[in-house]
């Protein structure tokens, strides 16, 4: 049997000296989106991102924290990784520019390119741009880069070259041949002209850069990192040994539009020089703009991934960016736009699809999937639509209309939405005749949302899964083979899963100002440890948070800590944040607003009317951006630290003091 075919992409291995913002996000969440519609079409599909830990920034970077180099990136690659992993975007093959393995890889390309030819000693004197890791053709001393805007450096130094002066025609032909290798197509236009325009020779080896990989044998060199850096979608795929692995060429390789010229010039002219295949398509998407200018962290304009998964979950997140900009284009960000489309498209579109449907199959036909009775118009109309999107859809995926395709999926929504609308099943009776078309049209509803589920799988990855389990539908919705998905497989018959809000509403104002206050608290952490919500020692057993004997305290001490006897008034749960419980207490004097870590443990409702023991004099912090002001006291259990929480056998007065 032939084996699946395969798909290789990248997203650019992102620099070291920051963390990952939305941008970043951005680019990786294409690549996870593409990952998973490519495997439901039935690739093998390897995707890579990785870390780029060359470079004067880092050397600067390194030096300001007052830590080694290696010790540096190899805390922030660390970081890069387990954000991805913590967004449900994990690379297949996670690359860092200081693996062994890319090492080995660099010096072999070096070593193609300079047996076939193409590389030679000389001297450059120019101006460098230390925050692009590029020499600026053409800038005079005191010019600033065109790029960034920042002052260039003047740098003369040894250096080899690589003569991409020999690759003008070469390239312009491949373009030609390859008319889909650079996209879109606006981009393409732009880098023609530049390569027409002439090609200069390339330095690629760096005698005053101390802190990059070195060129065997002509040590101080060390490799350029754009040398080094795009040479890691190769080593990424076992490198020298490559056939063996057979992902490379490379299918698709995502970056954002400032980096093009790297990818579609250098890039292609290093792999022509060494023999080497080519990658197929390169894809340049546009920047996610704040207040009309690029994100820095320099600007103080960056917006953090993970305050927003924390709050609206990460398919909110990756819907909006694939669902607000035509990918290509520049769009601007606004916590306004995110929040009104989670509102409008996810919790009162798809979420509120789904769960009306289950609700009335489970009122009507006891939580299993009814069988279609006879069909009206309208219903087949309804099928029709569906069937016909199908096509159009997979078609926008695969010409990387993420934004279309979503719209078209979302008009499948609507189009339910307005069937149910006019239908109105839960205005039928209990007649045979009536139980007839409610059934018809329920199966008729949860065959559509089987449908637009799969469809939006690759983008919304784990509420579309939820939806798959609420159906009762067999396996898992990121198994489904986009080629055979038809209107007609709902499997009718199987039990409901368990009820769940998928998207439950949020009060714009009040979701926009926790996730403010939770990027501020991941920017500016707290320089001392916070108290913890609930008074739990962090290692299991009571004795473990006792201080060692040396460190007992005095009665003054334990003075300083006022607890009184408070009686929870309200509790709920709280979006974003499954441990925890936001609770108002009355403490005697004053109603308080305290948020507790015992949301897995506790019911809500169980708690109302209550008495605890809780610390009234902490100074207040949010806790995921919901102020807290105090703490309950709880026992911590067993090896998991499950929380008790501290009572009163006995009547007690609201107020107490605990002494
Ligand atoms: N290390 C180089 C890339 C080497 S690839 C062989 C680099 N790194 S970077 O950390 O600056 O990441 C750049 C990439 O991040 C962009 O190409 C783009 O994919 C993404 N973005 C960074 N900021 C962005 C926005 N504001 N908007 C969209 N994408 C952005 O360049």
Redesign the pocket.
């Known amino acids: 049997m032939p084996g699946k075919p395969k798909f290789y992409l990248t997203?650019?291995?992102?620099?070291t000296n920051g963390l990952p913002?939305i941008?970043?996000t951005?680019?990786t969440v294409v690549a996870d989106v593409i990952r998973r519609y490519k495997r439901m079409r039935g690739y093998e599909v390897v995707m890579t991102t990785g870390t780029?830990e060359h470079g004067v920034n880092v050397e600067r970077a390194a030096k300001k924290a007052g830590v080694p180099e290696s010790e540096f990136v190899a805390k922030m690659a660390a970081a890069w990784r387990s954000l991805w992993d913590e967004l449900g975007v994990p690379a297949d093959e996670f690359i860092r520019t200081t693996d062994l393995r890319h090492v080995r890889t660099v010096q072999w390309l070096f070593k193609l390119c300079r047996e076939n030819g193409y590389v030679y000693k000389g001297h450059y004197t120019g101006q460098y741009c230390i925050y692009d890791n590029a020499f600026v053709n053409d800038a005079k001393p005191g010019d600033n880069c065109p790029d960034c805007g920042r002052p260039t450096e003047t740098i003369t130094e040894e250096n080899y070259f690589f003569k991409l002066s020999a690759f003008q025609r070469p390239l312009l032909d491949f373009y030609k041949k390859n008319p889909e290798f650079i996209q879109p197509e606006s981009r393409k236009n732009e880098i023609v002209s530049f390569v027409e325009g002439g090609l200069k020779d390339l330095s690629i080896t760096r005698t005053t850069i101390r802190w990059g990989i070195p060129v065997p044998g002509e040590e101080p060199h060390v490799f350029y990192v754009w040398f080094d850096?795009?040479t890691?979608?190769l080593s990424a795929v076992d490198g020298p040994e490559y056939e063996k692995r057979g992902m490379w060429p490379a299918d698709l390789h995502?970056?954002?539009k400032?980096?093009i010229r790297?990818h579609t010039v250098y890039w292609p002219a290093f792999l022509m020089a060494a023999m080497l295949p080519l990658p197929k398509q390169v894809w340049a998407?546009?920047?996610?703009?704040m207040d009309a200018s690029?994100?820095s962290k320099s600007k103080g304009n960056v917006v953090l991934p993970r305050p927003i998964a924390n709050m609206l979950g990460m398919d909110a997140l990756r819907y909006f960016l694939l669902r607000e900009v035509v990918f290509g284009q520049d769009g601007n960000f606004s916590y306004d736009a995110l929040v009104t489309r989670y509102n409008s498209d996810l919790a009162n579109g798809l979420g509120n699809l789904a769960s009306r449907t289950a609700a009335m199959i489970d009122k009507n036909f006891a939580g299993k999937i009814p069988k279609a009775g006879k069909l009206l118009a309208q219903d087949e109309a309804l099928a029709r639509e569906t069937q016909s999107a199908i096509g159009d859809i997979l078609e926008h995926f695969e010409k990387m209309e993420f934004a279309r395709a979503l719209e078209s999926i979302w008009a499948v929504i609507a189009a339910a939405d307005k069937y149910l609308t006019k239908e109105q099943p839960w205005a039928l009776g209990d007649s045979e005749g009536d139980t007839q078309r409610k059934a018809t049209i329920l199966s008729t509803t949860a065959e559509l949302l089987r449908i637009v589920t799969t469809l939006a799988h690759p983008v919304l990855p784990e509420s579309t899964a939820k939806v798959w389990m609420l159906l009762g539908q067999p396996g898992s919705v990121s198994a489904v083979e986009l080629d055979g998905l038809r209107w007609g497989q709902l499997a009718s018959g199987v039990q409901l899963g368990k009820a769940q809000t998928l998207f439950p509403r949020v009060e714009k104002s009040e979701a926009i100002e926790r996730i403010e206050s939770m990027a501020n608290e991941e920017l500016n952490p707290p320089a001392a440890p916070a108290p913890a919500p609930v008074a739990t020692p962090t290692s299991g057993s009571a004795a473990a948070a006792a201080p060692a004997a040396s460190e007992k305290i005095g009665i003054e001490d334990f003075a300083k800590v006022e607890m009184r006897v408070g009686q929870i008034k309200t509790a709920e749960r709280i979006v974003g944040a499954d441990k925890l419980l936001k609770l108002t207490v009355d403490i005697g004097t004053e109603i308080r607003q305290i948020c507790a870590g015992i949301a897995q443990f506790y019911e809500p409702d169980s708690l109302i009317g209550r008495k605890v023991a809780v610390v009234t004099n902490l100074a207040p912090r949010k806790l995921r951006g919901v102020e807290s002001n105090g703490m309950i006291i709880a026992a911590s259990v067993g090896p998991e630290g499950r929380p008790v929480l501290a009572g009163f056998p006995e009547d007690v007065e609201v107020g107490a003091r605990l002494k």
């Open positions: 997203t650019p291995i992102y620099y913002h941008g970043h951005y680019t780029d850096a795009l890691a979608y995502l970056v954002g400032d980096i790297f998407h546009g920047w996610f703009l690029k994100m």
